[in-house]
Nanobody, 126 residues
């Protein structure tokens, strides 16, 4: 069974950093776009950053929500089928549960479907 396994959340001080990781566990024929979303208390889930598939990771297209530009960097490892989110200059407004998302095609004849991680809590507080 294919799952997205997240790690790296926790507590950070304002101005601090955290790095989130997400690995596709299990076999998938193709890993498409990957992304990070977050849901803050009392708010809807929102896109944080996304990255397209590319044979050369440096050429992958990245898209960021306006509220994280310049602070967060999304990257991926196509060999490990993993996506990462480096978060710097964290503020209390970044406190949320962060979810990994990936578009996966499990078998060659399948359609691509969205898969989600279980979520990892990020808390920014002094």
């Amino acid at each position: 069974q294919v799952q997205l396994v997240e790690s790296g959340g926790g507590l950070a001080q304002p101005g601090g950093s955290l790095r989130l990781s997400c690995v596709v566990s299990g076999r998938a024929f193709r890993v498409g776009g990957m992304a990070w979303y977050r849901r803050a208390p009392g708010k809807q889930r929102e896109l944080v950053a996304e990255i397209t598939p590319s044979g050369v990771p440096a050429y992958a297209h990245r898209n960021y929500a306006h509220f994280v530009k310049g602070r967060f960097i999304i990257s991926r490892d196509n060999v490990a089928n993993a996506v990462f989110l480096q978060m710097d200059s964290l503020g209390p407004e970044d406190t949320a549960v962060y979810y990994c998302n990936a578009r996966l095609r499990i078998n060659p004849g399948d359609q691509e479907n969205d898969y989600w991680g279980q979520g990892t809590q990020v808390t920014v507080s002094s």
